[in-house]
């Protein structure tokens, strides 16, 4: 599903995401009631009678708004801190220059509604079911930022014409405004404060109000609710998929199967990457460290830190990769795709893997 202009614009130019969705069912959105966890198959988590209540693992308040605001079955759930994303380095050494070779968009958007998205949003957060090949996401966003005012006059009014033309339609219904697509696909958003912006992806007005009142949040998940614990949600990404979607399929026919994925990764004048993988068992977890580390010797010589281990049910992988490594990796990039990035430069020769890799 493509939601209308306005998001397409302030999202799809910045993160990515106004255009990740297809035509959904609205039922596939599954939000259940505060005490109904989802199933492994359509949602975050799968609680048993032992897991303890929620409220056993604090949340910091920030980001505890927002899960309260996106449904506890979503299969991925992501967070980005869009605006600390855009004073790193690494944004304006290697994004930038990228977005400034196709601004027309944005120009065109900022001559209509007075402000620019990509410096007005601050961070954004969503849910989703419904994700891999041949799937129908729906779920829900919060976007933090924008002004309410400016935002719904731009989107109702000032590029009303704009929507009009690729197929699509905007109106508004009391605080709700309501975007249709050439498909028909409906999606519905309000403003819960006057800067933070609900969005129900692929839902009615109906499944907003569902959203909004928070009975079958993410919160509510206890699950969810430890491995989020263990993420530092306050790098630049952060996220967590079950690992019974779609997107795994690939390693489950390899009979690589496992409960879930989650971490972060930081990105300010360098990269840190702290990603885990919760299997069914200690012993699960360990064979997959076994395995991974078996493989990862020559990659040893593209990052600075790379250590592989187990935290119980957990396999767990840190990474840190400095400026200087960063950018080899983006010049050999670059020269594979025949300076198709706008380098030119020759291609960077990889580094020799040591040859006796350090103990995680």
């Not at 309410?148 to 009391?174: P, S």
């Not at 028909?184 to 129900?200: E, K, N, Q, Y």
Request: with cysteine; aromatic share 4%.
């Amino acid at each position: 599903m493509r939601i209308n202009l306005f998001l397409v614009t302030t999202l799809g130019l910045g993160l990515g995401l106004g255009t990740a969705c297809k035509k959904a069912d609205n039922a596939g959105t599954g939000s259940g009631s505060g005490s109904t966890a989802a199933t492994p198959t359509t949602g975050m988590v799968a609680p048993t009678a032992n897991d303890k209540p929620a409220a056993a693992v604090a949340i910091p308040q920030a980001t505890g708004d927002d899960l309260a605001l996106l449904p506890v079955k979503s299969e991925l759930v992501m967070g980005i801190n869009f605006q600390q994303l855009q004073t790193s380095s690494m944004w304006k050494q290697f994004v930038e220059p990228q977005l400034a070779k196709n601004m027309s968009e944005l120009e065109k958007f900022k001559s209509k509604c007075g402000f620019n998205p990509l410096e007005t949003i601050k961070s954004v957060a969503l849910g989703f079911s419904g994700i891999g090949p041949g799937s129908k996401p729906t779920g829900a966003m919060v976007i933090h930022g924008l002004d309410k005012a400016k935002t719904t006059d731009c989107m109702v009014d000032k590029m009303k014409e704009d929507i009009a033309a690729k197929g699509g339609e905007v109106t508004k219904d009391g605080d709700v405004i309501l975007s249709k697509d050439k498909d028909g696909t409906v999606s519905a958003m309000t403003f819960v404060t006057p800067d933070t912006l609900l969005i129900a992806v692929g839902g009615d007005k109906a499944k907003l109000a569902e959203l909004a009142k928070g009975d079958a949040a993410l919160k509510t998940s206890p699950m969810f609710v430890d491995m989020f614990a263990k993420i530092k949600n306050t790098d630049t990404v952060w996220g967590l998929m079950n690992g019974s979607s779609k997107v795994f399929e690939a390693a489950a026919q390899a009979n690589i199967k496992f409960k879930a994925v989650y971490g972060s990764v930081n990105v300010t004048d360098s990269v840190v990457v702290a990603l885990r993988v919760r299997m069914d068992s200690a012993d699960q977890a360990a064979s997959l460290v076994t395995m991974a580390n078996g493989k990862v010797a020559q990659l040893k010589g593209f990052v600075d830190k790379l250590e592989i281990g187990t935290d119980g049910t957990d396999a767990k992988v840190d990474i840190a990769v400095s400026p200087e490594k960063l950018k080899m990796i983006m010049g050999m990039m670059m020269g594979g795709m025949g300076g198709g990035m706008g380098g030119g430069e020759p291609p960077v020769e990889a580094p020799a893997a040591p040859t006796a890799p350090a103990t995680p």
